[in-house]
């Protein structure tokens, strides 16, 4: 069964300095993306960066990149140089591949709260 | 890009009410998306459109719940003879095209008080 494990339910970093949020999933689908989104306080998710399961690289979204490893799958959020607003809770999703009618749905682990502190 | 829009943004009922919530997707977008949040929760899959068709449903989705996209544009989520337990954020996303790289952009939620 399709799974997204989030370890971490709250993580503290200092502004300025680099943090990895981790991530794990379960499919037994080769074909696959992982996304992840950040929510601040008032609700919006919003899309930070995506992976692909055939991408041979790492992606980066400026200061986000994916620290994704395939065989272990996990697919964790690196955000370099930390900033007071990146304070919010972050979710890792997955989207298995289209199969006819079905796939297109997200399904998100439960989330880490990270804290910027000053 | 007007950004997807979800209204209302906060919606307080008595239990055994009836609710609709409404969703204007992104313009070009063909794929809409329903999930629900609750409180330290990530989002659940509720059911998806493409264009005017509802293609997947949850389990989640009792039958209590419908929802409809008329002409492939906005959509609406009912909740019938709402229950303490449908209390949540109800959140709207659309999405481009099949590819598997486009992102799904989410509106605010509506956030569903069951007294």
């Known amino acids: 069964a399709q799974k997204i494990t989030q370890t971490q339910p709250g993580m503290f970093v200092q502004e300025k300095e680099a943090v990895t949020l981790d991530c794990t999933y379960d499919?037994?689908?080769?074909?696959?993306?992982l996304f992840w989104y950040k929510q601040p306080s008032s609700g919006e998710m919003i899309f930070l960066i995506y992976?692909?399961?055939?991408?041979?690289q790492n992606a980066t979204e400026g200061r986000y990149s994916l620290n994704f490893q395939k065989a272990r799958k996990s697919a964790n959020l690196v955000i370099s140089a930390s900033q007071l607003g990146d304070s919010a809770m972050y979710f890792c999703?997955?989207?298995?591949?289209?199969?006819?009618?079905?796939?297109?749905?997200?399904?998100f682990g439960q989330g880490t709260e990270l804290s910027v502190k000053p | 890009d007007t950004g997807v829009s979800q209204d209302p943004r906060h919606k307080i009922t008595k239990r055994g009410q009836n609710v609709t919530f409404r969703c204007d997707p992104i313009?070009?977008?063909?794929?809409l998306y329903w999930y629900r949040q609750t409180l330290g929760q990530g989002p659940e899959f509720l059911t998806y459109?493409?264009?005017?068709?509802?293609?997947?449903k949850s389990r989640l989705l009792s039958d209590r719940f419908s929802a409809e996209r008329p002409k492939g544009s906005f959509s609406t989520l009912e909740i019938q003879r709402t229950e303490q337990g449908d209390s949540a954020m109800y959140l709207c996303?659309?999405?481009?095209?099949?590819?598997?790289?486009?992102?799904?952009?989410f509106g605010d939620g509506t956030r569903l008080s069951i007294l």
């Open positions: 996303a659309s999405s481009l095209s099949r590819r598997r790289n486009q992102p799904q952009h």
């Open positions: 499919t037994s689908d080769p074909s696959y993306g």
């Open positions: 992976q692909g399961s055939y991408d041979q």
């Open positions: 999703a997955m989207r298995e591949g289209y199969r006819g009618n079905q796939g297109g749905k997200l399904i």
């Open positions: 313009s070009e977008h063909n794929r």
């Open positions: 459109f493409q264009n005017e068709a509802q293609l997947e």
